[in-house]
């Protein structure tokens, strides 16, 4: 990495703020919550396992949904951890069309938008990129290792840190889009644009430059990988040969490269910002915990995964039923939309002891902070590359380093679709 490229990554930018804020973020989507939402959806859990309602209804809280569409039809929801993992593993009677809801056009949302056996073809062209050996050698050889090094090396030029802003927010933003090709100095400048392409946030004309920016910038990636291959995402789909069904065995058209690199860019750069912040949070508000993973570093990776469990970013995901669908003893009708509130799945009883509290060393059992099944997340492992590597670079360089006791305490905050800690303000020594 270039000395001007270490510097770009540390340098200050008043876009951190604007698009690195969680309650902001989720007031501006109109799903912000106030309060903490887990003892209503615990409740919830022990009424029973699939309830008529979307979840917001059944909460009592105002009417929101991510695929805006869906209140015009029945809503359900389901809350354990057996009745959310069976939604999730159903993928011939539960669809994910209900991404077009909110009046998306098809083939925009890549593999989030299909169902099998169109969502394997296009998943298998690009899974070798994404496997847990890949994340550990290429993605921490070319972008994750120097990236967070440098972030690190930074901060110890000063007492105190906020690292929701100077770490959490700059490791995930700079290491995927690096990965896609992107020069340093871009990288905000197409979060933002990325960012302004959501329906719910900004109006029709925001929507369409942020659209516009974003395809001219993948495009001039994709001309330039065209002529000169190199070790990066974009190169790598241009390689990439899909099987589609019904089709002949081909290449990805750019357009298909343009939405599959958009989803990445846009998954890569949010959910691991927020899930970082809140195992941070979790070890950082627990000196025993973090002592412990100070000392053996092989409890980061539990911690990693408790935290997901515990207090995962994305605590719901939908989908359409597209026939009549039993599924605990409750029939879904055909056209119905499930909301399956994985956050309560995580804190079943019936699966886990005390399943409110973060625990360092519970017995790991799968949980769904990832999804399960077909769409299980795609880039879970680069994501737990970036945690690690973050995690322990902030052991060695500050073995001290606690919660600034004269700021206010920081928490877990957002809206039930996407959740993040307000801040975290630490001394570092």
């Not at 040969?241 to 998954?267: M, S």
Request: glycine fraction near 6%.
């Amino acid at each position: 990495m270039s000395a001007d490229a270490s510097s770009i990554s540390t340098a200050d930018d008043e876009l951190y703020d604007a698009l690195y804020d969680v309650k902001r973020e989720a007031e501006e989507m109109g799903n912000y919550i106030d309060h903490d939402p887990y003892p209503t959806m615990n409740a919830l859990r022990g009424q029973g396992a699939v309830q008529k309602g979307f979840m917001r209804q059944l909460m009592e809280l105002p009417p929101f949904h991510r695929h805006s569409g869906a209140l015009e039809r029945e809503g359900y929801t389901c809350f354990t951890f057996e009745a959310c993992e069976k939604a999730f593993r159903d993928n011939v009677n539960l669809s994910n069309n209900v991404y077009h809801f909110d009046g998306s056009p098809p083939k925009t949302m890549g593999i989030l938008e299909m169902d099998n056996p169109e969502h394997h073809a296009f998943r298998r062209a690009v899974q070798s990129l994404f496997i847990r050996p890949k994340a550990q050698k290429w993605w921490r050889e070319h972008f994750i290792d120097r990236l967070v090094d440098d972030l690190v090396t930074d901060l110890e030029r000063h007492d105190r840190a906020e690292l929701n802003l100077q770490l959490c927010a700059r490791v995930p933003v700079h290491t995927i889009t690096r990965a896609v090709g992107l020069k340093g100095e871009d990288a905000l400048i197409f979060r933002n644009a990325l960012v302004g392409t959501s329906a719910s946030r900004h109006g029709v004309e925001v929507r369409m430059q942020s659209y516009g920016t974003v395809q001219h910038m993948l495009m001039e990636q994709i001309v330039k990988r065209k002529a000169e291959p190199g070790e990066d995402i974009i190169s790598w789909l241009l390689a990439a040969e899909i099987d589609p069904p019904g089709e002949e065995p081909r290449k990805l058209t750019d357009q298909e490269i343009v939405i599959f690199a958009r989803l990445i860019l846009l998954a890569g750069g949010g959910t691991t910002w927020r899930q970082l912040g809140i195992v941070l949070l979790a070890l950082l508000s627990n000196r025993e915990y973090f002592d412990a993973c100070k000392a053996d570093r092989k409890l980061i990776d539990a911690a990693i995964e408790e935290s997901l469990r515990w207090n995962p970013t994305n605590p719901t995901f939908s989908r359409v039923a597209l026939v009549d669908t039993e599924l605990c003893g409750v029939t879904i009708p055909q056209g119905a939309v499930l909301d399956i509130c994985l956050g309560a799945a995580n804190r079943d009883p019936a699966r886990w002891e005390n399943p409110d509290q973060f625990d360092l060393y519970r017995p790991f059992q799968q949980h769904l902070g990832t999804g399960i099944g077909a769409h299980m997340c795609l880039g879970r492992f680069v994501a737990q590359a970036e945690m690690g590597v973050t995690i322990n670079r902030l052991f060695d360089h500050f073995p001290a380093m606690h919660l600034d006791p004269a700021l206010e305490a920081p928490f877990v905050t957002g809206g039930l679709e996407q959740r993040g800690v307000s801040s975290l303000p630490v001394l570092l020594r």
